[in-house]
């Protein structure tokens, strides 16, 4: 695999099963634990590091991960408020 263009702060390594690369160990910010990245349908690890690379912004996981966890934690919580209401 190509290097990618990291920021010092950020690094992976390749997750390997019988000698084959299923995934990536990354970490997007100093000092946190790493978020375990591995490819989809059509996709390969670089371009599923370099995506999961573009929506990380502030935080430790990627935005579209974190607004979908905020709304089901929120709908959850509504939803509780109704059955104990």
């Known amino acids: 695999m190509r290097a990618l263009d990291l920021h010092p702060w950020r690094s992976f390594s390749e997750l ?14 100093n000092g946190v634990r790493p978020l375990y990245v591995s490819p989809g349908h059509l996709c ?9 690379l573009a929506t990380t912004t502030r935080f430790r996981l990627p935005e579209p991960i ?11 919580a509504r939803f509780d408020r109704r059955r104990a209401g």
């Open 16 to 29: 390997r099963v019988e000698g084959t690369v299923v995934g990536a160990a990354l970490r997007t910010r």
């Open 44 to 52: 390969d690890l670089r371009s599923a590091l370099d995506l999961v």
């Open 66 to 76: 974190r607004l979908a966890h905020a709304a089901a934690t929120e709908r959850r």
